[in-house]
Structure formats: C-alpha cells, structure tokens
C-alpha cells in the first residue's frame, strides 16, 4: 500500500484525510500526547484494520476521538462524573470509560461493553475530527510492542506502506499517552498520564488506583491494554533501582552498554552511549523525551542492554514510571542487593 505523507497541513488536506477516514482509510495524526492511528470508530471494518496494521491483539480495546465532551452523548452512557472531569480536563489528556451504546461496534471495544472517550486539544487532531464528523478510533500509531510514536519520523518508520495516510505534523507536547480513568463501575485510575492522581481527586476525592498501575497482573486485567509487552525497545531495558552513587557504581563496568540517565548524571554522561531523558527534578521533561530516547538506542547496534534509573513516582513521575517498568517488562535491579 502506498502511504500518503501530508507535510503540508491546511484546510485542503485535512479534508482529504477526513474524506479517508469517513471511507473507512486509515490515518495517522498528531496529538498533544502522542500521535494516533486513525479509523471511523462506527465503522467495525476499518477498526479490524487497525488492528492488523499495528499488529495488536484484538482484545485490547480502542480509544475513541470526539470533538466535543457532549458529543459522547451518542456513543455512551455518561454521568455527572464524567461531566465533571470534562468541565476540568476536557479537551486534553484525559480518557474516560463509560459503558458503550450500541452504535459502538465490539471490534472497537475489544469485545467490552464499555467504550474509551477522548477529547483531544491538539488543533491537528480537533480539526480532522470535526472534518471526518464521525468518532475517530484511534490507539498510538506505532507497531504493537515499540515504544509510542512522539514524532512524526517515528510513524513514518513503523506504519509507511501498512496505512493510508500519515499527517505529519509537529512533535508531541507531552509525549505519554492520556491519563485513563474508568467510571464503570466506579473512578478508578487504570493508566497514569500527564493529568497527576492529585488532580483527579480534586474532582473525584474517592477515585481508586489499580493495582496494575505499577505491577504486574495474571489473568484479565481491567485495563487489558497494560498486561501485554509494551513500549520496548530493541534491546533489553533493566530498571535500576538505588540511589545515584549505587548507579554511578554499578555502571563503573558497563561502558558499552545503554545508559537512559538525567541531565544531571555528569557521571554516567562521558559513557559511549549515555542518553538523557530530561533533569532528576521534572518528570514532565522526561514524559515528553522518554519515547523518542528508548527509540534512538534502537538505531545503535552495539546496545544490548539498556540501563534505567527507577525514576521517581510522584505527580507526573507516575506515568513515566509506568511506561518505564513495562518497556523493562518488569525487571527491576535492586542494588541494595547486589
Ligand atoms: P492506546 O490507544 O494504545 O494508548 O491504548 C488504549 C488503552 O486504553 C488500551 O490498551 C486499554 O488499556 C485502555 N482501554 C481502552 N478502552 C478500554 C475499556 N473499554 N476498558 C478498559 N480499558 C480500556
Ligand atoms: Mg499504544
């Protein structure tokens, strides 16, 4: 399949990608969090396409677009909570489950009788959903398993010749993908993002957090998306856990290896193939830069092995930590114990 790359984004091609959409294409755009793989999410087909274009298990659900909160109104049974945490965090990055009508089809929901919602603020994103006037689903735009899409090239590299078309637009804002709470039965946490758990209290003080957030779950999770092998990198991640000088030591004898570090680690920065994600003190830097670092080591051949430093899990820290863990498939170093 030819892929279309739209370089020049103004009225003219955003229609025609609305045009590809509605006709059952598919197209990646961007988002404020990362960028997305697009298909009319009423249209059970172009769903299935998704699936196979990414490679992703049928069984881990999709994310539906909206322009507006109230347009949810059509695809799901909403409440006065999500009309609270939409008057707050709406359009942005927050997702949030409800249970589905039955226009959604189960090829989107991944047979689940709940559906995703999500507004997003990007103005790339808003436009083509109002142009396509249709709910667009729409997961990350990456191969299932690699790390999320945060720039344009890294859509280019893993979907050019498996979708319709590709906008290339500007890099991502916030790099994680969105803060998911479900409502069905009641709030609970299921993915951290850039929308921090002290945020959500404010609106819903008795909101839950899942287990699975940081650990790792057997058997059928509530956020089936989390217990499959995810944003990995070519190499092997290995999260260190310790304090900096434990670090600084550890990795005395590992020159050859991957180092994902903070700006600060001048220690670990002459290494060969030492890669900072952002400082110690801003988790938000190291959200937008951790997709894009995890994808530059796939470009050096010697890496093997990444090393990580088990980052903090405060406020935004969360999501980071959460995306960290997973890329490293759950393999945690102690140091203290080594
Ligand atoms: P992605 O679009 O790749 O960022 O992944 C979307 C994730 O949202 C899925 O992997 C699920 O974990 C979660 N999700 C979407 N819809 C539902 C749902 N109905 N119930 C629970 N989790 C959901
Ligand atoms: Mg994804």
Redesign the pocket.
């Known amino acids: 399949m030819d892929t279309k790359i739209i370089n020049d984004i103004n009225d003219t091609t955003l229609i025609e990608a609305a045009e590809r959409i509605k006709n059952g294409g598919l197209v990646a755009f961007p988002t404020e969090t ?1 960028y ?1 793989l697009g298909a009319n999410a009423l249209d059970p087909t172009a769903a299935k396409k998704i699936y196979e274009a990414k490679g ?1 298990p049928s069984n ?4 539906i677009h909206l322009a507006k909160p109230e347009d949810a109104e059509q695809y799901a049974y909403t409440n006065e909570t999500y009309y609270r945490l939409a008057e707050r965090f709406m359009p942005g990055p927050l ?1 949030v ?1 409800l249970p ?1 009508k039955d226009i959604i089809p189960y090829e989107v ?2 047979g ?1 009788d ?3 919602i999500r507004v997003p603020a990007d103005r790339v994103a808003h436009t083509l959903i109002e142009l396509a006037g249709v709910p667009i689903a ?3 735009a990456n191969l299932s398993t690699k790390p ?1 899409p945060t720039m344009a090239g890294h859509v280019i590299r893993d979907l050019s010749g498996r979708i319709d078309m590709i906008i290339a637009g500007d890099d991502c804002d916030i790099g994680v ?2 803060t ?1 709470i ?1 409502l069905s039965p009641k709030a609970k946490l ?2 951290p993002g850039l929308i921090t758990v002290d945020e959500l209290r404010e609106v819903c003080p008795d909101i839950e957090i899942s287990d699975a957030v940081l650990n790792q779950h057997e058997g059928r999770p ?5 217990m ?1 092998k995810h944003y990995s990198p070519r190499a092997n991640v290995v999260l260190l856990k310790g304090s900096d000088q434990m670090r600084y030591e550890f990795l005395q004898d590992k020159k050859d290896c991957g180092i994902l570090c903070y700006n600060e680690d001048t220690e670990l920065l002459k290494y060969k193939f030492a890669m900072p994600v952002g400082s110690k003190a801003s988790p938000k830097e190291q959200a937008k830069n951790l997709f894009a670092k995890l994808r530059e080591f796939d470009d050096i051949e010697e890496v093997k092995t990444i090393y990580a430093p088990m980052t903090a899990s405060e406020g935004i820290g969360l999501a980071v930590l959460n995306r960290l863990i997973r890329a490293a498939g759950f393999e945690i170093l102690d140091l203290k114990k080594e």
């Open positions: 990362v997305g992703r881990n659900p999709l994310i997702t489950i589905k929901t991944g689940l709940t559906v995703a729409a997961p990350s999320s993908e969105s998911i479900t299921l993915r509530e956020s089936p998306g989390m499959y």
